[in-house]
């Protein structure tokens, strides 16, 4: 998982209100990037960070947002803005050779 | 914009066989990389293994390779000798050199029968 943790496994929410998923790294990792995974789908690009206090939106920024006040930590909050939240959320670090590292996810269920 | 397109959504085969996932993708650019991912139902994302375009050589990894056709822009993964333990979906991916964001395809969904 190239060092990268994430929490809590399995995440359930009202409709409404926002959540925060957690992602810590413990490589020194100057970038770091939050995917989001819809059933039968590949991963898309919410956003990403190439170093403390600066990110940039990806593909499918809208109803979420993030923050990298530390080197270690990416914390994605998805907002009530997010119509359709339901969605497995993968947390990823590079790895050596331009390939990125992912850790082991987070389900998130609105109810 | 860069897409990767993969065409078949389900495959089985009997263990010990020879399989063939295909991949296509859509660039202008002359600097990238191909990556092929495994996600087995645990759901950890695991490289399995990775291309330079500009090399002609294509990649292997013990009982995994690659057919890269730069000009066709295909990239297909070949597992030989399969195993129960391949049995995963199995995603083909896309970077441009020096950029930030993998590009994905819709997946294969990987069987491995005993």
């Known amino acids: 998982d190239g060092g990268i943790t994430q929490s809590p496994k399995y995440l359930f929410r009202k409709e409404g209100q926002n959540v925060t998923l957690s992602c810590e790294q413990n490589?020194?990792?100057?970038?770091m990037y939050w995917y989001r995974q819809d059933p039968g789908q590949g991963l898309r690009l919410i956003y990403y960070s190439q170093i403390v206090n600066d990110f940039q939106k990806g593909d499918i920024a809208e109803g979420y947002s993030v923050s990298r006040e530390k080197k270690e930590s990416f914390p994605l909050t998805v907002t009530s803005a997010q119509k359709n939240p339901t969605a497995f959320y993968l947390c990823?670090?590079?790895?050596?050779?331009?390939?990125?590292?992912f850790g082991p996810g987070t389900r998130l269920t609105v109810l | 914009a860069q897409t990767v397109t993969q065409s078949q959504p389900e495959m089985s085969v009997q263990e010990a066989e020879t399989v063939t996932l295909s991949c296509t993708y859509d660039?202008?650019?002359?600097?990238?990389?191909l990556f092929w991912y495994k996600q087995p139902p645990s759901r950890q994302m695991i490289l399995v293994i990775r291309?330079?375009?500009?090399?002609?050589q294509n990649a292997t990894e013990n009982r995994f390779s690659v057919n890269f056709q730069k000009a066709a822009k295909s990239f297909s993964l070949k597992i030989s000798d399969s195993q129960l333990g391949d049995t995963a979906m199995y995603f083909c991916a896309f970077m441009i050199g020096g950029a930030q964001k993998l590009v994905f395809g819709q997946g294969t969904r990987l069987t491995i029968n005993p």
């Open positions: 490589l020194n990792h100057d970038a």
């Open positions: 291309q330079e375009a500009y090399k002609q």
């Open positions: 990823a670090g590079p790895a050596p050779t331009d390939t990125q590292y």
């Open positions: 660039t202008s650019e002359s600097n990238y990389y």
